[in-house]
């Protein structure tokens, strides 16, 4: 049938070897493709207890009432993919209008790290805080990235296998680089946390692990040679720019 195109009337369906079993005591079977334009999108059968129980009277019938099935399928896979799409975008808008208040919780919260003791149980409640936005973050992506109708096939989000996962601190002093280059890690699966300059950057390393840190050298308070110079807790990779 999907190769052909073709509708098929089986008077009998004991007689016919290349019949597939679908009602049980079938006798006699008749089959129309769900044609829509030119692509067959899917097959209708009907199914008799009786031998020649169809007509070519009911073939023709069966040929018109495929194409309406085959267009309200499309219809609704139109609409389908409109919801998961529009809903795509408002979790998107979301993650982003979330973006810089969570990214103020890392930077309060980095701040009363630095001010006190690193082994007391508020230190260790602080840094529990980090670890509790960085989750936030991944399930706002993850609300992205999945559909909206569970079985809607969806192109795969692109992620970077070496970013993904991975927290990366971007230090500029200028809003729209700093968060436009966040924007767009945080697409490719990177968890990213922003510094409005090279002290906060500076803060951020000496409270929180990075694998990758991505700075401006001009920036006030510290630049980015001394965000270099800044140890750091286990900080993979580094680049200022």
Request: proline share 4%.
């Amino acid at each position: 049938m999907a190769a052909t195109g073709q509708s098929f009337l089986c008077a009998d369906v004991s007689q016919e070897p290349r019949y597939l079993l679908g009602l049980e005591a079938a006798r006699s079977s008749l089959t129309v493709p769900l044609r829509l334009l030119d692509r067959i999108v899917g097959v209708l059968n009907v199914e008799s207890d009786r031998v020649a129980a169809f007509s070519e009277e009911d073939r023709q019938i069966a040929e018109i009432f495929s194409r309406y099935i085959a267009a309200a399928l499309h219809i609704l896979k139109l609409l389908a993919a409109e919801r998961t799409e529009i809903t795509s975008q408002v979790a998107s808008d979301v993650r982003d209008e979330l973006a810089e208040p969570l990214n103020d919780i890392i930077g309060e919260a980095t701040r009363l790290l630095n001010s006190g003791p690193a082994a007391t149980d508020a230190a260790q409640r602080l840094r529990t805080i980090i670890e509790h936005v960085d989750t936030v973050k991944r399930r706002l992506q993850s609300v992205v990235d999945t559909p909206a109708i569970r079985g809607l096939s969806r192109e795969a989000p692109v992620t970077d296998p070496l970013l993904e996962g991975r927290r990366v601190l971007v230090a500029d002093d200028e809003d729209i680089i700093r968060e436009t280059i966040a924007d767009v890690l945080a697409k490719v699966g990177a968890l990213t946390v922003m510094a409005r300059n090279g002290e906060e950057a500076v803060s951020m390393i000496r409270a929180q692990h990075f694998d990758v840190v991505l700075s401006d050298i001009k920036m006030p308070y510290k630049n980015g040679y001394e965000v270099f110079a800044a140890p750091a807790r286990r900080t993979r990779m580094f680049t200022s720019c």
